[in-house]
Nanobody, 126 residues
Framework: QVQLVESGGGLVQPGGSLRLSCAAS????????MGWFRQAPGKERESVAV????????YYADSVKGRFTISRDNAKNTVFLELNSPKTEDTAIYYC???????????????????WGQGTQVTVSS
C-alpha cells in the first residue's frame, strides 16, 4: 500500500508564493511519473503539473505555466509544487498522485493515476 501525504497548503496573498510537498511511502518512488492536480468547488479535478521519473522533464497546464514549478527529490521520496504569483483562481484543493499508467510525462488524465494523497487546501486571497 502506497501512501501520499501532502503538506504546505494554506492562505497566500495574490502575488505571493507557497510550496507544496508530497511525501510518498515505498521503495519504488523513482519508477513513477508524479503529478499534481487541483479541484475547485463545483469544478472537475484538473491536471496542474507532471514530472518524469528522473525529474528532467516536466509538463504544465497552460493556466499555470511560468508561475508554478514542479520538482522531485527521489532520495527523499518527495515531489514539490512551488506556486509563484498565485491568482485568486488558483484557489483549490491540491492533490499529488502516482502515475502508474502514464507512458510518459505528458500525462493529464486522472485515470492514469492509481494512488492519491488526501489533498491540501490552497486559498489565494488578499
Amino acid at each position: 500500500q502506497v501512501q501520499l501525504v501532502e503538506s504546505g497548503g494554506g492562505l497566500v496573498q495574490p502575488g505571493g508564493s507557497l510550496r507544496l510537498s508530497c511525501a510518498a511511502s515505498g521503495r519504488t518512488f523513482n519508477q513513477y511519473v508524479m503529478g499534481w492536480f487541483r479541484q475547485a468547488p463545483g469544478k472537475e479535478r484538473e491536471s496542474v503539473a507532471v514530472i518524469s521519473r528522473s525529474g528532467l522533464n516536466t509538463y504544465y497546464a497552460d493556466s499555470v505555466k511560468g508561475r508554478f514549478t514542479i520538482s522531485r527529490d527521489n532520495a527523499k521520496n518527495t515531489v514539490f509544487l512551488e506556486l509563484n504569483s498565485p491568482k485568486t483562481e488558483d484557489t483549490a484543493i491540491y492533490y499529488c498522485a502516482r502515475g502508474a499508467y502514464c507512458s510518459d510525462y505528458v500525462c493529464v488524465a486522472t485515470a492514469s493515476y492509481d494512488y492519491w494523497g488526501q489533498g491540501t487546501q490552497v486559498t489565494v486571497s488578499s
